[in-house]
């Protein structure tokens, strides 16, 4: 891997660790603020429409200039979301406005993997990124709890840091947005390492139609591509149940084992290990042209998912998490290197981003959707463990059908 690969992966790091401790943050504030109860999830889904409903400009706005310059942007604009909670803007208008700069980062960093590496890397790229952006959501969620709770804490030690400088924190939401801001600001220099990196394509076209025209005709193509069905359909799949399944989490864990909710939280960092250690096995073992053998592993992820329903110990729990992370981990991490790699062959890279950002985000909002309808008409636990590990499997079966009539995605050169 070259030294902009790096330079890549450390600038979604950060990026992504900005993201999540900027998430806790503003919780923090709609709670001590009195902000209306609603205004939380809100926050999540303000994040989602903004990849949905910007898609057909995101991916035509990453293709126009060279996405390392792309991606310096949109940290920046990040930046400036952050920065308006200190003139007290509403947390909904800040977080939104950083959703607005990843909708427009995401095609641009993932877009840029196709276009600087060959495709024989592709999956170990993707485990690369999947990796580090599970352990700095991890981390994020951490640091946005500890300049949540310890702000004064936080303060002191920044505004010994400054004192040379003649920096003064004035106050603990200042040195709080200063960390954050900081860390965007890390990504935002690394991101000068790839600043002229990744290709410039022909103009989509300026106007509203041509836009969504393109963006259509984009969406179109990659479902009709056979990998690009099955490619799409899988990480739409796992990104949709993914989210569930955080959510579901926390309730399994203090019906299901009795665990108070800090501790349930732990078993999300469990699962969050197990994508890590998937993604970093299927980025060593399975090169792009063997990417469709993992296929089984999702039907078998469904299968597992279906077997919490039976589990009541927390020792039991650990390991049986730990694998299903690693089994989420190994099979999704192929997927997104095939569709990179068709979406990159049928289209430019920046459009077949946004359509699978499209795509995915979708699958969240009906995934997240249909749990909430659960809860609704009041199903058990261990049903929807059950009915969300049956439609994971049926659905992997279903799209390995399709994958049997695919020759190798790509060469190996």
């Given at each position: 891997?070259?030294?902009?690969?790096?330079?890549?992966?450390?600038?979604?790091?950060f990026?992504?660790?900005?993201d999540?401790?900027?998430?806790?943050?503003c919780?923090?504030?709609?709670?001590?603020?009195?902000?209306?109860?609603?205004?939380?999830?809100?926050?999540?889904?303000?994040?989602v429409?903004?990849?949905?409903l910007?898609?057909?400009?995101?991916?035509?706005?990453?293709?126009?200039?060279?996405?390392g310059?792309?991606?310096l942007?949109?940290?920046?604009?990040?930046?400036?979301?952050?920065?308006?909670?200190l003139?007290k803007?509403?947390?909904?208008?800040?977080?939104?406005?950083?959703?607005?700069?990843?909708?427009?980062?995401?095609?641009?960093?993932y877009?840029?993997?196709?276009?600087?590496?060959?495709?024989?890397?592709?999956?170990?790229?993707?485990?690369?990124?999947e990796?580090?952006?599970?352990?700095a959501?991890i981390?994020?969620?951490?640091?946005?709890?500890?300049?949540?709770?310890?702000?004064q804490?936080?303060?002191?030690?920044?505004?010994?840091?400054?004192?040379?400088?003649?920096?003064?924190?004035?106050?603990?939401?200042?040195?709080?947005?200063?960390?954050?801001?900081?860390?965007?600001?890390l990504?935002?220099?690394?991101?000068l390492?790839?600043?002229?990196?990744?290709?410039?394509?022909?103009?989509?076209?300026?106007t509203?139609?041509?836009?969504?025209?393109?963006?259509?005709r984009?969406?179109?193509?990659?479902w009709?591509?056979?990998?690009?069905?099955?490619?799409?359909?899988?990480?739409?799949?796992?990104?949709?149940?993914?989210?569930?399944?955080?959510?579901?989490?926390?309730?399994?864990?203090?019906?299901?084992?009795?665990?108070?909710?800090?501790?349930?939280?732990?078993?999300?960092?469990?699962?969050?290990?197990?994508?890590?250690?998937?993604?970093?096995?299927?980025?060593?073992?399975?090169?792009?042209v063997?990417?469709?053998?993992?296929?089984?592993?999702?039907?078998?992820?469904?299968l597992?998912?279906c077997?919490?329903?039976?589990?009541?110990?927390?020792?039991?729990?650990?390991?049986?998490?730990?694998?299903?992370?690693?089994?989420?981990?190994?099979?999704?991490?192929?997927?997104?290197?095939?569709?990179?790699?068709?979406?990159?062959?049928?289209?430019?890279?920046?459009?077949s981003?946004?359509?699978?950002?499209?795509?995915?985000?979708?699958?969240?909002?009906?995934?997240?959707?249909?749990?909430?309808?659960a809860?609704?008409?009041?199903?058990?636990?261990?049903t929807?463990?059950?009915?969300?590990?049956?439609?994971?499997?049926l659905?992997?079966?279903?799209?390995?059908?399709?994958?049997?009539?695919?020759?190798?995605?790509?060469?190996?050169?």
């Amino acid at each position: 891997m070259s030294p902009a690969f790096f330079a890549i992966v450390g600038a979604q790091f950060f990026s992504a660790l900005a993201d999540s401790a900027l998430f806790i943050l503003c919780v923090s504030l709609i709670s001590t603020l009195a902000f209306p109860a609603w205004m939380t999830p809100m926050l999540k889904m303000g994040f989602v429409l903004s990849y949905i409903l910007l898609a057909p400009f995101a991916g035509a706005f990453a293709d126009a200039f060279p996405k390392g310059r792309v991606m310096l942007v949109t940290n920046t604009i990040k930046m400036f979301g952050c920065s308006l909670i200190l003139a007290k803007a509403n947390p909904l208008l800040a977080y939104g406005i950083v959703g607005f700069g990843a909708s427009a980062y995401s095609p641009a960093k993932y877009g840029i993997l196709a276009e600087v590496l060959p495709a024989r890397r592709l999956v170990a790229a993707n485990g690369w990124i999947e990796g580090t952006t599970v352990v700095a959501m991890i981390l994020g969620t951490i640091l946005g709890g500890l300049i949540s709770s310890n702000e004064q804490t936080i303060a002191w030690l920044l505004h010994a840091s400054f004192t040379l400088s003649g920096y003064v924190v004035p106050s603990p939401l200042h040195a709080a947005v200063t960390v954050i801001v900081l860390t965007y600001l890390l990504a935002t220099l690394l991101n000068l390492g790839v600043l002229n990196k990744g290709k410039r394509y022909a103009r989509s076209g300026r106007t509203l139609r041509t836009l969504f025209q393109d963006f259509h005709r984009c969406n179109a193509t990659l479902w009709r591509d056979r990998a690009g069905r099955v490619s799409l359909g899988v990480t739409s799949l796992f990104w949709g149940a993914g989210m569930v399944l955080q959510i579901l989490l926390l309730a399994w864990a203090q019906t299901a084992l009795g665990l108070s909710l800090d501790k349930a939280a732990l078993l999300q960092a469990v699962f969050a290990a197990g994508v890590v250690l998937g993604a970093a096995l299927a980025g060593k073992a399975v090169p792009l042209v063997r990417s469709m053998s993992v296929m089984p592993l999702g039907a078998v992820l469904g299968l597992a998912l279906c077997s919490m329903a039976l589990v009541h110990s927390v020792a039991v729990a650990l390991p049986l998490l730990l694998v299903i992370g690693i089994l989420a981990g190994l099979f999704v991490v192929p997927m997104n290197a095939v569709l990179q790699h068709r979406g990159h062959s049928l289209m430019s890279a920046g459009q077949s981003i946004a359509v699978q950002n499209f795509n995915e985000n979708l699958a969240i909002l009906a995934m997240t959707g249909g749990y909430a309808m659960a809860l609704q008409v009041q199903l058990g636990m261990n049903t929807v463990l059950v009915l969300l590990g049956t439609g994971i499997t049926l659905a992997t079966l279903y799209l390995r059908m399709i994958a049997r009539t695919i020759a190798g995605p790509a060469s190996e050169s």
